[in-house]
């Protein structure tokens, strides 16, 4: 038997408001939960809607055990433009502040940009320290706010996506503190999901579980795909 806690996302329910779907989550039997950032779900730039939100799931006896950073196009911390990294870096650092909020045990965070269609191995390798670069200032903020900080494994055709990518992040980063959460369905979609739990096994501190057929980011329920 595992004695990992078995939570919920809130991103099941990312089209509607955080307010709105606390109770069903756990009428359903969840006490724990991960919430999503996606801004029609809770805007993490109002502060009060974050306080609000946060004593709302307290209330219901729920623990908020994790924060998934805001990721989108625009928010790319890697990217070669300083004022889009800057951008994207307060982006992220601001969702860091209504995480500890909430009082979150990790904060999860994609390591890279949602779309990128350059190939070039010398913009690869420059992105990847830009990103160390960034996720470095996000680790500090973290520290102080009493956040932990972990990395996901990334669908296969992005950035950052390769396991090795992933890797060479955690070890040019100032910090060992920082952990891994295994994506399950980003996994699969690689062809080689046991070679990924492996290799990402030593920095492992949390798992998004779900399934698919290993043709589409389907976030199926565990056991409904080919997992």
Known sequence: MSDWPVGLSTGCFYQQSIFDCLETISRGGFNIIEVCSYPMHLDYHDYDMVVRAAHRVEELGMEAYSFHAPFADHIDISSRDSEC??????????????????????????????????????????????????LN?????????????????????????????????????????????????????????????????????????HDNHGNGDEHLPPGKGYI
Request: with cysteine.
């Open 85 to 134: 990294r800057r951008r994207a870096l307060t982006e992220v650092l601001q969702a860091a502040e209504a995480a500890a909020t909430f009082q979150v045990r990790y904060f999860v965070i994609h390591p890279g940009p949602e779309s990128w269609d350059l190939k070039e191995h010398d913009e690869r390798f420059e992105r990847l320290r830009w990103a160390a670069d960034s």
């Open 137 to 209: 200032q996000v680790a500090e903020r973290c520290s102080k706010l009493g956040v932990g900080c972990i990395l996901e494994n990334k669908l296969p055709h992005l950035l950052f996506a390769n396991t090795s990518d992933l890797l060479w992040i955690l070890a040019t980063m100032d910090t060992v503190e920082v952990g891994v959460c295994l994506d399950t369905g980003h996994a699969n979609l690689t062809g080689d999901i046991y070679s990924i739990m492996h290799k990402l096994s030593r920095h492992l501190r949390m798992v998004h579980a």
